[in-house]
């Protein structure tokens, strides 16, 4: 069974930074990209990036230029993503995704909550 | 920057047809997935490359895309059913999603 598992939940302060796992099973991790969507309460998908878990090549949406970080670890079949400078404005649900064979995100994590709150 | 347009909100009666629709420009030359979400989950793939189902999928669930506007359409809907859709498509090497529509089943 192929299954992307997440770190839990995190309550961070208004300029601190996050760092949100997304640990790979049942497949080859390096075959297929990951990416990382967020949702903000009761807000739609937004896509944030992307890493080729192959060669570590990354794409950011100029949203999050500057302040998302997407690494992965090949051993640990984990890819991660920081998001630094927090604001409220990013209190939301981050989902990593992989995006498999047919260019489709055929696989999700269940979600990392993260608050950012005073 | 590319956008994708859903309306917010579609209803529909057990049993009936629902279409959602999802509109780009020149939408018909990209592929279409498409995502069901129900509250407190993850997102499901429902459809890729327009109108394809992955294995598990009902085959209630269909898509269509073409000119400026990608469809999808569940035939016999359930009460089951009832999620936010999201429409998905590449520009550029980044990925856009629609803002989501909401299915009702009355």
């Known amino acids: 069974q192929v299954h992307l598992v997440q770190s839990g939940a995190e309550v961070k302060k208004p300029g601190a930074s996050v760092k949100v796992s997304c640990k790979a099973s049942?497949?080859?991790?390096?075959?297929?990209?990951i990416h990382w969507v967020r949702q903000a309460p009761g807000q739609r998908l937004e896509w944030m990036g992307w890493?080729?878990?192959?060669?570590?090549?990354?794409k950011c949406s100029q949203k999050f230029h500057g302040r998302v970080i997407i690494t992965r670890d090949t051993s640990a079949s984990t890819a991660y993503m920081d998001v630094s400078s927090l604001r409220s404005e990013d209190t939301a649900v981050y989902y990593c995704?992989?995006?498999?064979?047919?260019?489709?995100?055929?696989?999700w994590g269940q979600g990392t909550m993260v608050i950012v709150s005073s | 920057s590319y956008d994708l347009s859903q309306p917010p909100s579609v209803s529909v009666s057990p049993r009936q047809t629902a279409s959602i629709t999802c509109s780009g420009d020149?939408?018909?030359?990209?592929?279409v997935s498409w995502y069901q979400q129900k509250p407190g989950q993850s997102p499901v793939l429902v459809i890729f490359?327009?109108?394809e189902r992955p294995s598990g999928i009902p085959e209630r669930f269909s898509g269509s895309n073409t000119g400026n506007t990608a469809t999808l359409t569940i035939s016999g809907t359930q009460a089951m059913d009832e999620a936010d859709y999201y429409c998905?498509?590449?520009?550029?090497?980044?990925?856009?999603f629609g803002g989501g529509t909401k299915l009702t089943v009355l």
């Open positions: 995704a992989r995006v498999g064979p047919d260019s489709a995100f055929d696989i």
């Open positions: 049942g497949y080859t991790f390096t075959t297929y990209p």
């Open positions: 890493i080729n878990a192959g060669n570590g090549n990354t």
């Open positions: 020149k939408l018909g030359d990209k592929y």
């Open positions: 490359q327009d109108n």
């Open positions: 998905q498509a590449w520009d550029s090497y980044t990925v856009v």
